[in-house]
């Protein structure tokens, strides 16, 4: 009850992203290959950003 005003934090954010772009990746994967390819570089980008935080 207390954490529905709670603020996520940088690596939350990252790693739902991250998350998300996976799954794109994964649905076009079967029906446009260079986009998934772009949706898997995306988050790899944003695994470099969530290293540069640790």
């Known amino acids: 009850m207390f954490g529905l005003f709670k603020k996520k934090s940088?690596?939350?954010?990252?790693q739902e992203r991250y998350k998300k772009?996976?799954?794109e990746?994964?649905?076009l994967s079967t029906s446009n290959r260079?986009?998934?390819d772009e949706k898997?570089?995306?988050a790899?980008?944003?695994i470099k950003q969530?290293?540069?935080l640790v």
């Open 25 to 27: 990746a994964h649905k």
């Open 10 to 14: 940088e690596k939350e954010v990252l």
């Open 44 to 46: 790899e980008e944003v």
């Open 21 to 23: 772009l996976m799954g």
């Open 34 to 36: 260079r986009l998934s």
């Open 40 to 42: 898997v570089a995306e």
């Open 50 to 52: 969530m290293e540069k």
